[in-house]
């Protein structure tokens, strides 16, 4: 009931296309899903979040949407470029308990020029 | 730059050896989480301490441990180290355990490779 499932695992997409990057959990107490993107070598940076209470979230090319009665979220990269390419991971936690996130196993996007 | 500072980046040993790795973090976050992320693998959590003080955790191996100090830094202790624990080993911060202190803020990471 913790999991965080994310497909796909990997995803390549031609410049300029739309990249959907999808996320189910199961834990209905979850209430903060964060997208985090990840260069090689680096440590992963907070993209963008979202909390249950709105059914979308958009931070210039990146949206997140989210589906409470599916119990499903997505990240959408419109116009997407080669400085994308990078790995992405879900998550989610319970913000009024300890933090402790639970990580989706991540896509690694390629985006071709 | 996160404001998280992790030390060594590199770190290359010999099986059955003990490492420290260490973490700063930002400046005003009370929250430390060590992770563990093996080769194109997802982020395994190990432990989480909070103003020096144990609060969950993870998939930590028994010979692995950690503190933070009252100075808010951590290090986490591996030792003896096998081939499998060759990986990248992330810190990351935040403000509180919740609330309003959600966001985790990851460092640079440090790589070990045992040899």
């Known amino acids: 009931q913790q999991q965080v499932k994310q497909s796909p695992q990997s995803l390549i997409v031609q410049k300029g296309g739309i990249s959907i990057i999808n996320c189910a959990y199961e834990?209905?107490?979850?209430?903060?899903f964060p997208w985090y993107q990840q260069f090689p070598g680096k440590g992963p940076a907070l993209l963008i979040a979202?909390?249950?209470d709105v059914s979308e979230k958009k931070e210039g090319r990146f949206t997140i949407s989210f589906n409470k009665s599916a119990k499903q979220f997505s990240l959408h990269i419109m116009d997407s470029q080669p400085g994308d390419s990078a790995t992405y991971f879900c998550?989610?936690?319970?913000?009024?308990?300890?933090?402790?996130?639970?990580w989706g196993a991540g896509t690694k996007l390629i985006i071709k020029p | 730059d996160s404001g998280v500072t992790q030390t060594p980046k590199h770190l290359i040993t010999a099986t059955g050896q003990r490492v420290t790795l260490r973490c700063s973090p930002r400046?005003?976050?009370?929250?430390v989480y060590w992770y563990q992320q093996s080769l194109d693998q997802g982020l395994q959590f190990l432990i989480q301490?909070?103003?020096?003080?144990?609060?969950a955790k993870g998939n930590i191996l028994e010979r692995f441990s950690a503190q933070q100090f009252p100075d808010l830094h951590s290090e986490l202790n591996l030792s003896s180290l096998e081939l499998g624990d060759s990986a990248l080993y992330f810190c990351?911060?935040?403000?509180?355990?919740?609330?309003?202190?959600?966001?985790?803020?990851f460092g640079p990471g440090t790589r070990l490779t045992v040899t």
């Open positions: 990351a911060s935040s403000v509180g355990l919740g609330g309003d202190g959600y966001e985790q803020y």
């Open positions: 400046s005003g976050d009370l929250s």
């Open positions: 301490y909070y103003n020096g003080e144990e609060r």
């Open positions: 834990n209905t107490a979850f209430d903060y």
């Open positions: 979202i909390r249950p």
């Open positions: 998550a989610a936690t319970v913000l009024s308990s300890n933090y402790q996130l639970i």
